[in-house]
Structure formats: structure tokens, C-alpha cells
């Protein structure tokens, strides 16, 4: 009997002090994004509201950007752990030494296009004739303008151009001195139609055979090699966030609200995320999770950014070392699609 309650006590203590072990303590984790928040970002918060990142061990920590070019520098000095930055932009900086490549291009059709007030009527290229067209000398958009012309039959004398950085070009159209802009679709046009409550009607490079992909998700180098359990967990939990919030847009856009209360209007930020969700996938990967770009894709990027960007020629040599998919969560159809696609 007294070998019984001594066995019996010794297992409560045991037990007692298993459960009072403290838990494992999440990973911090900080992802910086592209710019100030806007519909875009939608999945990062909404993942985090739901505790898809906390499922997968992350305490994870959202920051508004200053640019794509800022966060890809922290993330190469790994002041921050994660970016979400222009894709395109970070490969620039790969070139130039930066430790960077991304583990995730969410944006496989790009965003860029030229955008007026719907009232206007510039619904096609042809429309842009005679028209007054703003832009930003040097940056993306206006590197890759040349082939759209090019693509589209429009030449530089059909048009005239006013020049400014990103907010004189938004004032520009906005006061009326340009009918139209070099802007995302899903950006720009938010900001005009919260500036003036009229809708924008965007001509899409994409639609006129001119894509490259945009945004995705970038880390360190040494992130990948040192803790790819780390990168493994994050996308997994940020593949999740992106598949639940396309399914709940308003929900997914209320989730910015919710953890910023001034990141904007609940419409146009569920518009604008209504505006990026088609920017996931191309007519290859149309089935396939959210991140699955394809080595197709990412070889036209690459050479769009030789022969319009700038970019070092070098850089066609080896266009996979700008990205992988060894870090995302299984999709047994990736594999066939990304074979088809080369």
C-alpha cells in the first residue's frame, strides 16, 4: 500500500511539473514591406489576425516600407528577417552583390500599366494617342514603357509626357495637366479614386504581351542556409494567408484596419486587394498555390531587365539563383507545370 501511494505521488509530481514547463517560444519574426500599407498587403495582416503565423511558431512583427530599394538593403544587413518588395528590384540588387533572393514571387503577372479617370474614355492603347502621359524618369515602370510602345504600335510623337516623382505624377492626373499615369493597378488607381472618389480604368501591360513578375517575398541568403526551418514555417503559414484571404477580400482587407487604423478606406482597400488576387497566377500556374512562379517566368523577367532594365547581362546566366520554391509548402501539380512551362 505504501509502495502504491509513493508510485502514486511521484507520478503527480512528474506530471505536475511537465505541465507547468513553460512553452516554447516563438520565433520573432519581422516583415518589412514595399511601401506605407495600402490593399495589396491585405494577406500578411489577415494571416496574422487568424494565427496562421502563431500556428507555425512565429511571433510575427509587420512593418510599412519606405520602398522596395529600402527593404531589400535591411534585409540584406538583416536588420530585418523578412521583405516584401518588387521582385525585379531585388535581382538589381543580387547583381550588385546584395545577399538577397526570394523564396516566394507571389506577383507573377505584373501590375504596371497606364491609368486615366475612367470618364475619359482611354480604355486601349490606341486611346494614349494625343493624350498627356505622366511618369517617373528611371524608375520601373518607365524602363519597361519602351517595349509596351513597342508591343503596341504606338510611338514617343503620338504622346506627350510630363515628368515628376510619385506623387507629382498622382497630382498630375488628379488636377487634370495629365490624362493619364504610368501606375499598379492596384496602387495608384486606389489612390486617385480615394483622393477624388472617380474610378480609373488601367491598360495593363500584361495584356499586351508585356510581363514581367513583380512583388514577392525576399531574405538573406545566410537566412536560407542557417534556418530554413524558419523560411519553411513562414511560407507555409503566408501560403495559408494568401489562399484564406482570397476567399474573404473584405475580411482580408478589414485586417489592415484592425491592426492600422489609418492604412486607409475599408472600400478601396478591399478593392485594391479584389484588383491584385488575378496578379497571382498566370494561365501556367493558374491551378497551382499562390508562390509556384515558373522558371519561365522568371527567365522572361530576367531577360525584359537586360534588354529594358539595365540589368547586367551576366544575369541570364543563372536566373534561378534570384529565387527558389524549395522553401514552399507541397503542391504535387507544381512539378508537371513547371516542367511544361520551360
Not at 531585388?90 to 486615366?116: D, E, F, R, W, Y
Amino acid at each position: 500500500m505504501k509502495k502504491a501511494i509513493v508510485a502514486a505521488l511521484c507520478a503527480f509530481a512528474a506530471s505536475t511539473a511537465i505541465s507547468t514547463l513553460p512553452a516554447q517560444a516563438a520565433d520573432k519574426v519581422t516583415l518589412m514591406l514595399n511601401w506605407y500599407v495600402y490593399g495589396e498587403h491585405a494577406p500578411f495582416y489577415y494571416g496574422k489576425d487568424k494565427g496562421l503565423y502563431e500556428a507555425e511558431g512565429i511571433d510575427l512583427e509587420i512593418q510599412e516600407g519606405r520602398g522596395s530599394a529600402v527593404t531589400t538593403q535591411l534585409v540584406a544587413s538583416k536588420g530585418v528577417t523578412f521583405g516584401y518588395v518588387d521582385v525585379p528590384t531585388m535581382i538589381k540588387a543580387a547583381m550588385k552583390g546584395a545577399p538577397v533572393t526570394s523564396p516566394g514571387v507571389l506577383l507573377q503577372t505584373s501590375p504596371m500599366s497606364a491609368m486615366g479617370f475612367t470618364e475619359k474614355n482611354i480604355r486601349k492603347p490606341e486611346d494614349i494617342r494625343n493624350r498627356i502621359v505622366a511618369m517617373t524618369p528611371g524608375d520601373s515602370m518607365s524602363q519597361i514603357w519602351p517595349l509596351f510602345l513597342k508591343k503596341t504600335g504606338l510611338k514617343e510623337r503620338d504622346f506627350e509626357v510630363v515628368s515628376g516623382d510619385a506623387q507629382t505624377k498622382l497630382n498630375a492626373v488628379i488636377n487634370g495637366q495629365a490624362d493619364l499615369l504610368l501606375g499598379y493597378v492596384m496602387d495608384q488607381s486606389m489612390k486617385i479614386k480615394d483622393a477624388t472618389g472617380k474610378s480609373v480604368t488601367p491598360i495593363r501591360f500584361a495584356d499586351y504581351g508585356v510581363n514581367m513578375v513583380s512583388s514577392g517575398i525576399i531574405a538573406n541568403t545566410d537566412t536560407l542556409k542557417s534556418n530554413p526551418d524558419l523560411v519553411r514555417r513562414f511560407m507555409a503559414a503566408t501560403t495559408k494567408a494568401v489562399e484564406e484571404a482570397e476567399k474573404a477580400p473584405k475580411e482580408a482587407a478589414a485586417a489592415i484596419l484592425k491592426a492600422n487604423p489609418k492604412g486607409g478606406k475599408p472600400d478601396t482597400l478591399q478593392e485594391g486587394f479584389e484588383l491584385t488576387i488575378p496578379l497571382y497566377r498566370t494561365k501556367e500556374t493558374e491551378k497551382l498555390r499562390p508562390f509556384q512562379v515558373t522558371d519561365a517566368n522568371m527567365k522572361e523577367t530576367v531577360d525584359l531587365l537586360v534588354e529594358y532594365g539595365g540589368l547586367d547581362a551576366s544575369a541570364k546566366e543563372n536566373p534561378k539563383r534570384f529565387y527558389s520554391r524549395d522553401f514552399l509548402p507541397p503542391d504535387p501539380a507544381a512539378a508537371a507545370v513547371n516542367a511544361a512551362a520551360k
